[in-house]
T-cell receptor
């Protein structure tokens, strides 16, 4: 599975959009991009995933570049409850495990 | 609540003791995973079951660790002769093996402290 690179930390003002980048330059054609987040002392929470098209659900939007070497998770209106560590993971759909890395610690500021 | 549940949520034990954790997956999910997470790090894969068969084990899973999923439903993770280095959060996840997606849903974890 491809490795991912994320900034270690980011801040975002409450009510503004939070844009979390992820580089996955070695991604292969059958690998999906998954995003999870982990609020302190809780289990990881699934957010969204995609292959090559942009995806949106009730939590977030996922924008994947045309060459698929990077992606951005967008939280459209960040709230204080969105403060968490966000993990970007790429995994083949036939794979059996996620490689989490160290993620991006997002702090939403009042 | 139909999510993944784990018990106990916290466990404190003395070095050398055995501990067992339980995971109840989402009811229709046929895949079950165990991960370990230490402070400041992301979760690390330990092992994975497809129904009752244990199909993959990480090198992190030493011979002191054993996991079972006897009827393809709940799973247990046992650590024998615990060491201080075993102190961590142990996470369970489950998924439904489908053709184009295999999203894992995580439980709240069991935090183990070995004194």
């Amino acid at each position: 599975d491809a490795k991912t690179t994320q900034p270690p930390s980011m801040d975002c003002a409450e009510g503004r959009a939070a844009n979390l980048p992820c580089n996955h330059s070695t991604i292969s054609g059958n690998e999906y991009v998954y995003w999870y987040r982990q609020i302190h002392s809780q289990g990881p929470q699934y957010i969204i995933h995609g292959l090559k098209n942009n995806e949106t659900n009730e939590m977030a939007s996922l924008i994947i570049t045309e060459d698929r070497k990077s992606s951005t998770l967008i939280l459209p209106h960040a709230t204080l409850r969105d403060t968490a560590v966000y993990y970007c993971i790429v995994r083949a759909n036939t794979g059996n495990q996620f490689y989490f890395g160290t993620g991006t610690s997002l702090t939403v500021i009042p | 609540d139909t999510g993944v549940s784990q018990n106990p949520r916290h466990k404190i034990t003395k070095r050398g003791q055995n501990v067992t954790f339980r995971c109840d997956p989402i009811s229709e999910h046929n895949r079950l995973y165990w991960y370990r997470q230490t402070l400041g790090q992301g979760p690390e894969f330990l092992t994975y079951f497809q129904n009752e068969a244990q199909l993959e084990k990480s090198r992190l899973l030493s011979d002191r660790f054993s996991a079972e999923r006897p009827k393809g439903s709940f799973s247990t993770l046992e650590i024998q002769r615990t060491e201080q280095g075993d102190s961590a959060m142990y996470l369970c996840a489950s998924s439904l093996d489908q053709r184009f997606t295999d999203t894992q849903y995580f439980g709240p974890g069991t935090r183990l402290t070995v004194l």
